[in-house]
């Protein structure tokens, strides 16, 4: 498609189903020159062979290769980004990981929310914070992308808990953009809106306003998976050098209307 990523190794988190693994097939497309998938499993949750696999039977050359890690465990995070050295260190890291909640809401159970809190807000700083070591360590200008969403911009009774960790999410892209700026590493959350993967139609709260959502959306539709890939590419890439903080909304014009 591109070589807007040549010579680029990127790290994506909860990789093997949905975005994650969109993202990882589109980055091989546009010329990464290494795509390290990660996830605490290898199977696909809306089925398929492995990204990995995927990604070889594009026969583009691109090195791949899963590394399994828990992101709300620091040495599985520190162990991912590791195994990136052998491909020259990261240069793009997605931390893109995280869950939704089967019974979020206003009560939503403690146990629950300390769980979805380890995996959406403690799994992404642990991510960032661990490339931004290798990266300052190797000297790379790289780019963190974190993934928010419009539950992070907006609150709703249904996802409290998701919408919590989200909006902590938001905070902390802007908080690390002004820590690593000085090294030349650039922070970005991308904020997608309803996008058509197993987390939004398993989540019995969040598809049930889905219709709801779609029918507000200028664009009348739910996102697909690769619509918020090429967002990933682009902020990645030598073209997004001069934006960091900023908070992307991919959502087909939702946010931008009541
Ligand atoms: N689908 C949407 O509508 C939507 C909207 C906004 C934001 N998001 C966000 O996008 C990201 C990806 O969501 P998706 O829709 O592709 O979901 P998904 O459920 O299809 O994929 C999530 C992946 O994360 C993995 N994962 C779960 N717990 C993990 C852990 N502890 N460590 C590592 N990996 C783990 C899962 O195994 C799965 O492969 C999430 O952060 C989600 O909150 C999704």
């Given at each position: 498609?591109s070589?807007l990523l040549a010579?680029?190794?990127?790290v994506i988190?909860?990789?093997?189903?949905g975005?994650?693994?969109?993202i990882?097939?589109?980055?091989?497309?546009?010329?990464?020159?290494a795509v390290i998938?990660?996830?605490?499993?290898?199977t696909?949750?809306e089925?398929g062979?492995p990204t990995t696999k995927?990604i070889?039977?594009?026969?583009l050359?691109t090195l791949t290769?899963f590394q399994?890690?828990?992101?709300s465990?620091?040495?599985?995070?520190?162990?991912l980004i590791?195994?990136?050295?052998?491909f020259g260190?990261?240069?793009?890291m997605m931390c893109?990981?995280?869950?939704?909640l089967s019974?979020?809401g206003?009560d939503v159970s403690a146990?629950?929310?300390q769980?979805?809190?380890?995996?959406?807000v403690?799994?992404?700083l642990?991510?960032?914070q661990?490339a931004a070591?290798?990266m300052?360590?190797?000297g790379k200008?790289?780019s963190?992308?974190?993934?928010?969403s419009?539950?992070?911009?907006?609150?709703?009774?249904?996802?409290?808990?998701?919408?919590t960790?989200k909006?902590?999410?938001?905070q902390?892209a802007?908080?690390?953009?002004?820590?690593?700026?000085p090294?030349?590493i650039r922070?970005?959350?991308?904020?997608?809106g309803s996008?058509?993967?197993e987390?939004?139609?398993?989540?019995?709260?969040v598809?049930s306003?889905t219709?709801?959502?779609?029918?507000?959306?200028?664009?009348?539709?739910?996102?697909q998976?690769?619509?918020?890939?090429?967002v990933?590419?682009?902020l990645?890439?030598?073209?997004?050098s001069?934006i960091?903080g900023?908070?992307?909304?991919?959502d087909?014009g939702?946010?931008?209307?009541?």
């Amino acid at each position: 498609m591109s070589d807007l990523l040549a010579g680029k190794t990127i790290v994506i988190t909860g990789a093997s189903s949905g975005i994650g693994r969109a993202i990882a097939l589109t980055a091989a497309k546009h010329g990464a020159k290494a795509v390290i998938v990660s996830d605490i499993t290898e199977t696909p949750r809306e089925g398929g062979e492995p990204t990995t696999k995927a990604i070889a039977a594009l026969s583009l050359g691109t090195l791949t290769k899963f590394q399994h890690a828990d992101v709300s465990s620091p040495d599985d995070n520190d162990k991912l980004i590791a195994a990136a050295e052998e491909f020259g260190g990261v240069d793009i890291m997605m931390c893109n990981a995280g869950i939704s909640l089967s019974a979020d809401g206003a009560d939503v159970s403690a146990a629950d929310f300390q769980r979805l809190m380890a995996i959406n807000v403690n799994g992404t700083l642990f991510g960032a914070q661990a490339a931004a070591r290798q990266m300052k360590k190797l000297g790379k200008k790289g780019s963190i992308i974190l993934m928010a969403s419009m539950g992070g911009l907006a609150g709703a009774a249904v996802t409290l808990a998701y919408s919590t960790s989200k909006g902590g999410i938001v905070q902390m892209a802007r908080s690390l953009a002004d820590a690593y700026g000085p090294d030349g590493i650039r922070v970005n959350a991308i904020a997608p809106g309803s996008i058509d993967t197993e987390l939004l139609r398993a989540t019995p709260g969040v598809a049930s306003v889905t219709e709801g959502f779609r029918l507000r959306t200028p664009l009348r539709r739910v996102g697909q998976p690769d619509e918020i890939a090429n967002v990933v590419v682009f902020l990645g890439s030598d073209l997004a050098s001069y934006i960091t903080g900023v908070i992307l909304p991919v959502d087909g014009g939702l946010l931008a209307v009541i």
